[in-house]
Structure formats: C-alpha cells, structure tokens
C-alpha cells in the first residue's frame, strides 16, 4: 500500500512517467506501434491521458507541415474506439484549417470544446474571432476574441 511518507512511486505513475519520455523521443516510423502499445495499457485513464499529451504536442508541431494529413490519418487509426482522443484529434484538424485559413465551418467550431475555443480565439483568424467573439461558449472565449478582433483592429 501507498502512504504518503513512501518514496515509492505508484506503478502507474510511473508507467505514466516512462511512456511520456518515449513518446517525446519516439522516431516518426515507430510512433503508430508506441501509441497503440500505450493504449493498450490496462489504466485506460493514464493511458489516454498520455496519449493526449502526445497528441497536442505532435499536433502543434505538424500543424503547418505537409505531413499532417498522413500522420492525422494514422493517429486516427490507433484511437479509434476512444472518443476523448478522437474527438481531440478532430479539432486539431480544424484549428489547423482555422491557423491556415483552408475551408471550415463556422458550427463546427461553435460546436467545438472549450479547449479548441479558446485555443482559437487566441488566435488571428478573423472569421473565427469574429464567431467566438459573439457565440463562444464561455465569457472568457468571447473577451479573448474579441481582443484579439481588438488587436488586429477588427472590432
């Protein structure tokens, strides 16, 4: 049992811990195996929570790249049946069509997460400041956008 005053980490924290540092250094070509073999973890909830982590960063990182759409596909391979990180890799793809101005759709991004919602109103899309400003779902999305319409002198 784990108390307080045990230097002993518990076994999932650990795993945790261990599966964040490799899939920061995981090699492109073995990254679908990786993610697939922390899924498979039996702490969904660790696991998921690892994953997501990899998600956002690679995402980030791949956003404006060619690449993204290969590798989007792939991710979207390994987690299916997980509808967090499905839906987390959704709205990736459309801040990335949002940040580079390719087609969205506004119900889309109102529909949105708060977490997509706000990630964009700090953005400089001015259709989509334009959107969060007036219907983002929480005050803070809408004060956000409407500093940025603010900020590109859009308001």
């Given at each position: 049992m784990h108390t307080e005053d045990s230097p002993e980490e518990p076994a999932e924290h650990a795993r945790f811990g261990r599966y964040l540092v490799e899939l920061e250094q995981v090699a492109d070509g073995d990254e679908v195996e990786l993610v697939g073999r922390v899924l498979a973890d039996p702490d969904q909830v660790m696991a998921q929570a690892a994953v997501v982590r990899h998600l956002d960063r690679r995402a980030a990182e791949l956003c404006p790249e060619a690449v993204w759409r290969e590798w989007a596909r792939?991710?979207?391979?390994?987690?299916?049946?997980?509808?967090?990180?499905?839906?987390r890799l959704q709205e990736w793809s459309l801040f990335r069509s949002v940040v580079l101005r390719l087609p969205w759709h506004r119900g889309d991004l109102l529909a949105a997460?708060?977490?997509?919602?706000?990630?964009?109103?700090?953005?400089?899309?001015?259709?989509?400041?334009?959107?969060l400003a007036g219907h983002g779902r929480t005050k803070r999305i809408r004060s956000t956008a409407r500093a940025g319409l603010t900020r590109l002198n859009l308001a």
């Open positions: 792939a991710m979207a391979r390994v987690v299916a049946g997980r509808p967090f990180l499905v839906r997460s708060d977490w997509l919602q706000l990630r964009t109103a700090a953005g400089s899309n001015p259709e989509a400041l334009a959107a």
